[in-house]
């Protein structure tokens, strides 16, 4: 593969900043290489080689996964193509409503088309959305194996008290057995707690290295390194060298001003249609601060499957992981505030998808917040598909910008 990247235009007439050339970027090669082989056929294919391959456990729970020589996949590969024709299945076959979630009939109808597939393991926290939960239940009458890990919340830091913390890590016990025959092997954990901490830290170190120079990883870019961060494309050690090379490019890079004609941002959420990130960006729009999956360590100061524990009852108390972990929905606008003043973003594009309850509240939340505090906000609401987004959404997105400018 070319390690050469063709940069769109900043689109400023006579912009001399050098980001409408090709330029040599190894470090983005190769995390297209990498993110290349995370696809749902070459997965499936592993899990037909033999390998033990399951849905989820690619979150927090990851290095727990890992040291059970397990694959975890990550749900969003559930959509990841012919989400049109797994929707139309989760209509017909199973009578949920169009208007409902598109991420849940993409699941739904992905999971029984792919039935009689080798991937029948699901491994679910029970505290994530409960049509999720509907979702595995099923599932399961489609021969599913669904692991369940019962759940504690901790919305305080009081809250979060040894006897859950202490659940929590019988419960992780529980899913190594149903993984391997055996309770979990703690040195594996701990060391796949090493190498996912290092990954965290990169993905930290390239984030603040944008915040300087945000043009030379696209919006898109950074949202693939985002959900990198997480399951590392099923290979951590080659994705953090990837990230090795980026960095080291950032690194390279002088620092220069923004051009007083852009817009610096805070995106709050996973808005996966890369058309809407790039329409940001050709309006002007920079995005110095997200809100997405965390960049948080997990704790080398405790046992290793406490410190899993802690991972996931920290998260719900921050907001940080959303409606995967169970976090209030009141929580999430605390980081874009924060976001906000860390990075002086003028204004916040909150992203949520159509028909999700939970999404639909916490950007209801967001709104009047920051409207109080006068920051400006424009909420997008997207489904999982592929499609361009309308009109109409890129309207907004340019009003919006104009308003800021
Ligand atoms: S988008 Fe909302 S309804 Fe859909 S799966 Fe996520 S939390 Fe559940």
Redo the contacts with the bound molecule.
């Keep these: 593969m070319s390690d050469v990247i063709e940069r769109r235009s900043s689109g400023i007439p006579g912009d001399t900043t050098g980001f409408h050339q090709a330029v040599h970027s190894p470090g983005l090669a190769a995390l297209d290489e990498i993110a290349a082989t995370y696809s749902l056929e070459n997965i499936h294919q592993l899990a037909e080689a033999g390998r033990q391959v399951i849905w989820g456990g690619r979150s927090w729970e990851s290095p727990l996964v890992f040291a059970c020589d397990t694959i975890p996949v990550a749900h969003d590969q559930l959509w990841a193509t012919d989400s049109r024709r797994s929707e139309a299945t989760a209509e017909d076959h199973f009578q949920v409503p169009g208007e409902?979630?598109?991420?849940?009939k993409a699941?739904i109808g992905r999971l029984h088309a792919d039935r009689d597939r080798h991937i029948k393991k699901v491994l679910h926290f029970g505290s994530?959305?409960?049509?999720?939960n509907a979702?595995f239940e099923l599932a399961r009458r489609d021969g599913y194996d669904i692991h369940t890990i019962e759940t504690v919340s901790a919305f305080t830091p009081e809250e979060k008290r040894p006897h859950a913390v202490a659940f929590l890590v019988r419960e992780l016990h529980r899913v190594a057995v149903w993984l391997t025959g055996r309770p979990a092997d703690e040195d594996r954990v701990a060391e796949e707690i090493r190498r996912k901490n290092s990954v965290i830290r990169k993905v930290k170190h390239l984030v603040e290295l944008r915040a300087v120079h945000p043009f030379y990883v696209s919006a898109s870019r950074t949202r693939q390194i985002f959900m990198g961060s997480m399951h590392g494309y099923g290979d951590l050690d080659a994705f953090g060298a990837a990230l090795d090379l980026l960095i080291g490019e950032l690194e390279a890079l002088e620092p220069l001003p923004l051009p007083p004609s852009y817009i610096p941002l805070v995106i709050a959420g996973g808005v996966g249609n890369q058309r809407i990130l790039d329409a940001i960006e050709e309006s002007h729009g920079v995005i110095v601060g997200w809100v997405m999956n965390g960049t948080y360590e997990y704790r080398e100061d405790v046992p290793p499957l406490e410190s899993l524990a802690h991972y996931v009852l920290d998260a719900q108390g921050r907001g940080d992981l959303?409606?995967?972990v169970g976090a209030s929905v009141s929580y999430r606008r605390t980081l874009v505030e924060e976001a906000v003043r860390r990075t002086g973003a003028r204004g916040i594009v909150s992203a949520?998808?159509i028909?999700?309850?939970?999404?639909s509240m916490m950007q209801q939340l967001e709104r009047d917040h920051f409207k109080q505090i006068g920051v400006p906000l424009i909420a997008i609401d997207t489904d999982v598909h592929r499609e361009p987004p309308t009109e109409e959404q890129i309207t907004r997105i340019k009003a919006f910008m104009e308003m800021l400018a």
């Design positions: 409902f979630c598109s991420m849940i699941m994530g959305c409960e049509p999720v979702v959303g409606e995967a949520s998808l028909g999700c309850p939970y999404a």
